[in-house]
């Protein structure tokens, strides 16, 4: 008889964007005459880049002719692609990452899932709170998480680091035993982002003791400021205890194309083994390379063409964010993010509770946000919008919210 993994049958059903989406609706349904703006959507929805449709054109017409057709590629990705990342995305920053430390993949979700394969099912996990779902779920399949206290919202063996206005949105470095470290920054969903002194603070203590930080860079395209790193590399000692993801899901519109990599340095190395060499056996086990015409559509977007066009979707995304957040702030709420990213993640007016707002917005705006608890308990009390949506609704929508909220 087979046996399932009984860590499935321990996760909660996913509530949020489910949820979100059921209010809605319901309320179109009650009320078909409004027209209710999403300031909650988590995609891009400008299209490609010019330069990476005439590079994916391109790269089919080579998959057209025996000549220039491409069958499986190197696991790890096609050197052109990885040349260029390590040139553009490091060496321009001033660090060195070899090509061989670089892993292509179909994107940061897939990364952050499967990374939890390469270490042992008795480490111990922590992770901000309010989070990216995925870190703690895919802990949670693989029986790091204990079991899940719904009243609570949160699982018995994950260490929950609540990062919340009261704290500056910096994660305090445990006071327990940890082994695994999630970090996103700039965050999904607070919007908020480390700088570099509180980046070596985490990395002198990982080093110090030899935990890993899985560092998640879906967002560093967003950076506006100075002082904070785009890469976990650009800290000093970050090779010997970091993991670093990133997406061209955010950075160049590819949601839906998938493309991500990973970085794993040979420098790191735990139970005397190379997690490089650990993760390329994974890659080149489970997973036969992200496809050769995707593979040309990200190298494009390191041309100087490539590069000033998804620059300025970057900029018209956070030019968005920027409007909620004044909008807000002039309305009397706290917000936070927009930054150096693409949310804003807000404080709910007198108290009133996640979903509460969501209503409110909802009923009154016919605005669509997304309640903060549902990234984890500490996120109770705020709510979260992007700016992914078009510019002149993300400017009615906010012009909506705050006459909701005069009238408070
Ligand atoms: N990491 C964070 C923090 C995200 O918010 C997302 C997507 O929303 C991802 C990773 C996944 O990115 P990808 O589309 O590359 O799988």
Redo the contacts with the bound molecule.
């Keep these: 008889m087979a046996h399932i993994n009984h860590n499935y049958l321990k996760l909660p059903g996913s509530y949020l964007f489910s949820e979100v989406a059921r209010r809605i609706r319901a309320y179109s349904e009650a009320h078909p005459d409004r027209e209710i703006i999403k300031l909650s959507i988590?995609?891009v929805t400008r299209p490609l880049a010019p330069a990476v449709i005439q590079a994916l054109h391109a790269a089919v017409e080579e998959q057209a002719q025996a000549e220039t057709f491409h069958g499986y590629g190197p696991e790890q990705g096609y050197d052109f692609l990885r040349c260029a990342i390590v040139e553009q995305d490091f060496r321009a920053r001033g660090v060195e990452i070899d090509k061989d430390e670089i892993f292509i993949s179909?994107?940061?979700?897939?990364?952050?899932g499967n990374i939890g394969d390469i270490f042992s099912a008795d480490n111990v996990v922590a992770v901000c709170d309010p989070v990216?779902p995925?870190y703690v779920d895919t802990n949670a399949m693989a029986g790091r998480a204990g079991d899940y206290d719904a009243r609570r919202g949160g699982w018995s063996r994950i260490v929950y680091m609540p990062t919340t206005a009261e704290n500056g949105f910096v994660p305090a470095l445990p006071d327990k035993t940890v082994d695994l470290v999630y970090l996103?920054s700039p965050?999904?969903p607070t919007g908020t982002a480390l700088n570099r002194a509180q980046l070596q603070t985490w990395v002198d203590w990982a080093n110090e003791h030899d935990a890993v930080i899985l560092f998640?860079a879906?967002?560093e395209a967003f950076i506006t400021q100075d002082d904070v790193p785009h890469s976990i590399y650009e800290v000093e000692g970050a090779k010997t205890c970091a993991i670093e993801?990133r997406?061209?899901?955010?950075t160049a519109g590819?949601?839906g194309t998938?493309?991500?990599y990973a970085v794993v340095p040979k420098a790191l190395v735990r139970d005397g083994a190379s997690l490089n060499a650990l993760w390329n056996r994974h890659q080149t086990t489970k997973f036969n390379g992200t496809s050769y015409i995707v593979q040309r559509g990200a190298a494009a977007v390191y041309t100087s063409e490539g590069q000033r066009q998804i620059r300025a979707d970057i900029d018209y995304y956070r030019s968005n964010a920027q409007t909620i957040k004044a909008g807000l702030t002039e309305a009397g709420l706290e917000a936070f993010g927009a930054d150096n990213s693409p949310y804003v993640w807000a404080k709910t007016p007198g108290n009133l509770g996640s979903w509460e707002f969501f209503d409110l917005l909802l009923d009154r705006a016919n605005v669509a946000v997304t309640p903060g608890a549902g990234f984890g308990p500490s996120g109770e009390g705020y709510i979260r919008m992007t700016g992914f949506g078009d510019a002149e609704d993300t400017r009615r929508a906010v012009e909506r919210i705050r006459s909701v909220l005069e009238h408070l």
Excluded: I, L, M
């Design positions: 988590g995609d179909d994107g940061a979700k897939s990364d952050c990216y995925v996103c965050s999904n998640d879906a967002y993801f997406s061209f899901s955010k590819f949601t998938r493309c991500g």
